[in-house]
Each structure stands twice: as structure tokens, then as C-alpha cells.
């Protein structure tokens, strides 16, 4: 990673995706940054050995584990299994279900794990007669996972599949041909019917006034008049619609991050236009105006983390 040497220091980063925000959260240390990300997931990226100084207002994957666990329970399934695509989102993730799985006495038949192609792994869950199947992979991956499953018959009312919630609105049914999948739009329907998802709230559900001056039903209103005016019809279909409330907060964490850190600096005769990639102090107090605060009044549903 180099930096424009010319250029003002940057302060703090943004980051969006987790796979982006593990590299750049690991390596940010070594040029005093705080990174902030709005859109990553990543049980790892919780590790304050690899990452220190690393914050996010996107909760983790993890949060959706005790859900899972409570719907198993509900319903006495006491035998599941884990499809997963190997990638280290995932990988933490399965983790921390196996613990908590251990913990409420479900066992774990089968744990499968692919890297692109999900054909095996599928066939190994169909051979093991797998029947409550927890399936952690991205968008494109499901897709391949649904043909397979519809392939192999493992759907209807024997089977219950839990897949991850954030994949856009009728996923498994597009991009059915530039992905090659051999399968048609009605297989991928019949395959997906019943599925179970979870979802992290990422809406405020109290209404409140927040310190932006808007309540969070303000900010979608503004948000979806601007989608609108963009031209996006189906205003929900834009990819990254689900954290627009979280990047909302994320770039209030850094005003307010700044805010106090300029203050904080004041106070000692000091400025945040010192700033260079070797400045220990002002990085300090960058990342503790970041630790010493939580989103207050936030429009998503997040405290930074
Ligand atoms: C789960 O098991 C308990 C105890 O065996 C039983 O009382 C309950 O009705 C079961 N629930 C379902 C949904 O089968
Ligand atoms: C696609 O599916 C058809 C019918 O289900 C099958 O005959 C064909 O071999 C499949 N092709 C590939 C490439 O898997
Ligand atoms: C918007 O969504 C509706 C219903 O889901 C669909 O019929 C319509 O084609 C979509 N429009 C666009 C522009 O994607
Ligand atoms: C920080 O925010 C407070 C409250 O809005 C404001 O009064 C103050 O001037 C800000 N500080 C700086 C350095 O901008
Ligand atoms: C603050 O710094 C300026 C410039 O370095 C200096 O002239 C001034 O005396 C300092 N004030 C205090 C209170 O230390």
C-alpha cells in the first residue's frame, strides 16, 4: 500500500466489505489509521490483535448465530449441518456456531465446505441424508447451491434450509445465465420455496430525533427521494441499500471523531492538520474519540463496535 506523499494526510479510512477491510484494517496500523467500515461483517475482523484499530458500525455475522439456535430449538432439531463456502467470513462465522451448537446440545452431523464450486459438497449432504442445513456462502455461490440442491432434490417439506438474508430481492433468479447455471428460473423458484433467512436489523426502531436532526424514518424517506430521483425505480434494488443506514452513521462517527479530536488537541496547542502517517499522538486520539463514543442517536440500528 503507498500513500501520495504530496497529498494532505488522510485521517481515517472508510472502508465498505470485509474482504477489502481485512487487508486494509491489518495493514492500517502501520500508517497510524483508524479504519471505520459501514459494511463489514466478518466475525475476524473483532480480533483487536489483528486489527487495533479497526471499528465498524455493521454488526457481526455472529449475531445472527443465536437465532439460529433458538429456531432450532423451537422446533427440537437436534442434528444439523453446515454448508459453507471457504472464506474466512464464513469460516469464523461456523465457529462460533459449532460453540454455541455444543452449547445447546445440537449436534453437527456434517460440516462441507467449498471454495467455488459447491457440486461435492451438496452430494456429500444429500449422502449423509442431511435434512437442517445452514448455508453460509456469498450471493453467487447460492445460486450455484440452489441448482444443486433442486438437482439433487433437497427441498420440500422434508428439508429446511437457512441461507443469509442480505442477498437482494429475488436472488435466485437472476443472473441465471451469465453464471452459466444449469438450471431454470422455475427449478431455482421450487428450490428456494420455504427457506429460511436471518436477518440483522439494521433500521432504529425508535423513532427518534437523532443527532443528525432527523428520525430514521426522515433519513429513508430523504434516502428513497434521492434513489428516485437517481433514477432507481424499484428503490430497494440498488446494491448496498440494506447498510445505507449504517454508512449513514459510520460518516457521523467521523465527524464527530474529528470534532472531538480537534477539540481534544486544541486543549494542548496542538492541531489535527499535524497529522502525518508517523504521528502516534494524534493517531491516539483519533482512535480513542472513536472508542470513547457510540453512535448517539443513530439512524441504523448500530453502536459502533
Ligand atoms: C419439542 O420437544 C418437547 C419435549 O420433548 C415437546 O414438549 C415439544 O412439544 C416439542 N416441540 C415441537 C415443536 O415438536
Ligand atoms: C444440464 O441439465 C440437463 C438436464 O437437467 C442435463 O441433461 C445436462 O447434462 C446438464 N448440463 C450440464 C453441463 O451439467
Ligand atoms: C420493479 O419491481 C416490480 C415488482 O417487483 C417489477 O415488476 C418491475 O419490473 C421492477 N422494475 C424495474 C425497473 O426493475
Ligand atoms: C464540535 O461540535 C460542537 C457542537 O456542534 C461545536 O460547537 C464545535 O465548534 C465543534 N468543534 C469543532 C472543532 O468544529
Ligand atoms: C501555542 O503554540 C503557539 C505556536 O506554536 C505559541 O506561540 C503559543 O505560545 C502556544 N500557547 C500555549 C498556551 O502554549
Not at 423451537?74 to 462465522?93: C, H, P
Not at 420440500?156 to 438474508?165: A, C, D, L, N
Request: charged content about 25%.
Amino acid at each position: 500500500m503507498t500513500f501520495c506523499t504530496t497529498c494532505p494526510s488522510k485521517l481515517m479510512l472508510l472502508g465498505g466489505c470485509s474482504t477489502v477491510c481485512t487487508t486494509i484494517g491489518e495493514a492500517a496500523k502501520m500508517w497510524n489509521l483508524v479504519v471505520l467500515s459501514y459494511g463489514s461483517s466478518s466475525p475476524a475482523l473483532s480480533d483487536r490483535q489483528r486489527f487495533p484499530t479497526f471499528f465498524r458500525t455493521h454488526p457481526s455475522a455472529t449475531v445472527h448465530n443465536p437465532t439460529r439456535i433458538r429456531v432450532m430449538q423451537k422446533y427440537n432439531w437436534s442434528r444439523v449441518a453446515i454448508l459453507q463456502q471457504a472464506e474466512e467470513v464464513f469460516i469464523s462465522t461456523v465457529e462460533d456456531l459449532e460453540v454455541r451448537c455444543k452449547d445447546a446440545k445440537i449436534e453437527i452431523v456434517t460440516r462441507q465446505s467449498f471454495l467455488t464450486d459447491p457440486t461435492d459438497a451438496v452430494r456429500n449432504l444429500k449422502r449423509q441424508d442431511a435434512r437442517i442445513i445452514v448455508g453460509l456462502f456469498y450471493v453467487n455461490a447460492a445460486r450455484r447451491v440452489l441448482c444443486e440442491i433442486y438437482k439433487h432434490q433437497l427441498f420440500g417439506k422434508s428439508y429446511v434450509w437457512f441461507f443469509i438474508g442480505w442477498y437482494e430481492d429475488n436472488w435466485f433468479e437472476s443472473h441465471l445465465e451469465e453464471e452459466n447455471l444449469n438450471c431454470t428460473k422455475e427449478q431455482m423458484k421450487m428450490a428456494a420455496e420455504g427457506h429460511m433467512t436471518t436477518e440483522a436489523l439494521m433500521w432504529n426502531k425508535d423513532n427518534e430525533k437523532t443527532i443528525s436532526g432527523m428520525t430514521a424514518g426522515d433519513f429513508r424517506v430523504r434516502l428513497n427521494q434521492a434513489l428516485m430521483e437517481r433514477g432507481f425505480e424499484n428503490r430497494s434494488t440498488p446494491v448496498g441499500y440494506q447498510e445505507a443506514p449504517l454508512a449513514y452513521d459510520a460518516v457521523w462517527s467521523v465527524a464527530l471523531a474529528l470534532n472531538k479530536t480537534m477539540e481534544r488537541l486544541t486543549d494542548v496547542n496542538k492541531s489535527i492538520e499535524e497529522f502525518d502517517y508517523s504521528n502516534k499522538e494524534i493517531a491516539d486520539e483519533l482512535y480513542k474519540a472513536n472508542e470513547r463514543h457510540s453512535v448517539p442517536g443513530s439512524v441504523g440500528s448500530s453502536c459502533l463496535q
